[in-house]
């Protein structure tokens, strides 16, 4: 057995018993018991590899926030919005606004409606 804190340094090899924890889950069709591993993570090291290796999902758009628009005043849409991760990452993505059921003219609109 060989041991890391940081995964940069590691301790010399140890021989130690081991047995190998029978797997009970169930697996995905592409995966094989034998080759599977059962192992305690605390819920950071869980959180970590999650964010590195799970699912990216988009989390958040930035760029795209309510608007107040007062009578007489024309709507702009943003052409860009900042799309961010569950990863971290962010990305700046056009936008193409479908408008063709919203009606612009809002020189019939009352305040407060």
């Known amino acids: 057995m ?5 995964f940069s340094s590691f301790s010399e090899p140890q ?5 190998k924890q029978v797997v009970t889950a169930d697996l995905p069709s592409y995966a094989q018991k034998e080759e599977a591993a059962v192992f305690a993570l605390t ?11 799970g699912t990216i ?8 926030e ?3 628009v007062n009578t007489g005043s024309s ?12 990863d971290g990452s962010t990305a700046d993505m056009g ?10 003219d809002l020189s019939h609109m009352k305040e407060g409606t």
């Open 75 to 86: 709507v702009s849409l943003p052409e860009q919005v900042t799309v961010e991760y569950s």
């Open 66 to 68: 309510d608007m107040t």
């Open 43 to 53: 819920k950071q090291e869980y959180e970590r590899i999650e964010k590195k290796y």
């Open 57 to 64: 999902k988009s989390t958040a758009i930035r760029g795209a």
């Open 95 to 104: 936008v193409d606004w479908d408008t063709s059921h919203l009606d612009f």
């Open 2 to 6: 060989t041991t890391t804190a940081d």
């Open 15 to 19: 021989q130690t018993d081991y047995r």
